[in-house]
């Protein structure tokens, strides 16, 4: 049974950085993919950042520049730094994690975390 835990969210005025951290527990991630997706009120999950094993990472448009993802693989954890938060940032964030090969900017997610809220005020 594989448990994503997120932590790190928050309110935040525009402008303002917020760090979400995600640990893993349950089995060894090692060699998956792991990343965030997010959910506005209303709006369907998107995909937000990912980033493989290798080090390979990919972002959405929509945050790239502003957002930087990493991992530590000897904590199990992955890390999404938010920086320039704007209101339309406002979602409950969700880590994930794929298989080896996945693609997780399609929607190929084997587990996720329960979500934690990040507001960002005007």
């Known amino acids: 049974q594989v448990q994503l835990v997120e932590s790190g969210g928050g309110l935040v005025q525009a402008g303002g950085s ?4 995600c640990a893993a527990s349950g089995r060894t991630l090692s060699s998956h993919i792991m990343g965030w ?3 506005a009120p209303g709006k369907e999950r998107e995909f937000v950042a990912a980033i493989r094993r290798t080090g390979g990472i990919e972002y ?9 993802i990493s991992r530590d693989m000897a904590k199990a954890t992955v890390s999404l730094q938010m920086n320039s938060l704007k209101p339309e940032d406002t979602a409950v964030y969700y880590c994930a994690a794929g298989l ?4 997780l900017s399609r929607g190929s997610v084997a587990y996720w975390g329960q979500g934690t809220q990040v507001t960002v005020s005007s």
């Open 18 to 21: 917020l760090r979400l951290s």
């Open 37 to 39: 997706f997010r959910q």
């Open 60 to 68: 959405a448009d929509s945050v790239k520049g502003r957002f930087a």
């Open 100 to 103: 080896p090969g996945w693609d």
